[in-house]
């Protein structure tokens, strides 16, 4: 079975960075992965897409420019590196795979999600 693990998660100050890790165990599968957010009262919301070979990527326009999502096969982990954040950033953000395709669309396997609380 398939298991996603967040990590990274805080509580920062705005114009602060941090970086988002997901693992991924279980498989050996390389996973199309995917971060989505979901603040309180709000829709889940897609973040940023990476392709399984890593050559494709996507974003949510109103991360373009300040997050990089990334990831490292050889050890199954996602990477999402969130700078210049505001407090509109704050929310529980999950890591998601999917065994076809990658960017926006539906995903096959999710984590359990990690706090980010953006300060002013």
């Known amino acids: 079975q398939v298991r996603l693990v967040e990590s990274g998660g805080g509580a920062v100050q705005a114009g602060d960075s941090l970086r988002l890790s997901c693992t991924a165990s279980?498989?050996?599968?390389?996973?199309?992965m995917g971060w989505f957010r979901q603040a309180p009262g709000k829709e889940r919301e897609y973040v940023a897409g990476i392709s399984r070979g890593v050559s494709g990527t996507d974003y949510a326009d109103f991360v373009r420019g300040r997050f990089t999502i990334s990831k490292d096969n050889a050890k199954n982990t996602a990477f999402l590196q969130m700078n210049s954040l505001t407090p509109e950033d704050t929310a529980v953000y999950y890591c998601?795979?999917?065994?076809?395709?990658w960017g926006r669309g539906a995903y096959d396997y999710w984590g359990q999600g990690t706090q980010v609380t953006v300060s002013s």
């Open positions: 279980g498989s050996t599968f390389r996973f199309g």
């Open positions: 998601a795979a999917r065994r076809t395709g």
